[in-house]
């Protein structure tokens, strides 16, 4: 079992800036790719970023060149840096965590509001 906690979500004005954290704890080491989510209201939940255990990043097109995804294997967390935000930013963002025998666990979601 993998246990995720989301942190760091708010509100800010578009063109801000928020660091959202996601803690593991339990099997760590089974750990081999983490992803961001999000669900905006009234939308289906949808891949952000995503890094693999090498380190290998990837990102959907409109969060590319703003969001930034990291990982802190000593700390057993990950990181998504959003900057430049924009009101269609606004969601539920959700930590994932696959581990090699290719289970899933989820975050409860932390809130991200980019409003004036």
């Known amino acids: 079992q993998v246990q995720l906690v989301e942190s760091g979500g708010g509100l800010v004005q578009p063109g801000g800036s928020l660091t959202l954290s996601c803690a593991a704890s339990g099997m760590t080491s089974e750990i081999k790719t983490m992803t961001w989510y999000r669900q905006p209201p009234g939308k289906q939940r949808g891949l952000v970023a995503r890094?693999?255990?090498?380190?290998?990043?990837s990102y959907i097109i409109p969060v590319k060149g703003r969001f930034t995804i990291s990982r802190d294997n000593a700390k057993n967390t990950v990181y998504l840096q959003m900057n430049s935000l924009k009101p269609e930013d606004t969601a539920v963002y959700y930590c994932?965590?696959?581990?090699?025998?290719?289970?899933?666990?989820w975050g409860q979601g932390t809130q991200v509001t980019v409003s004036s």
């Open positions: 994932n965590a696959e581990t090699e025998s290719r289970a899933l666990f």
């Open positions: 890094i693999a255990k090498n380190n290998a990043t």
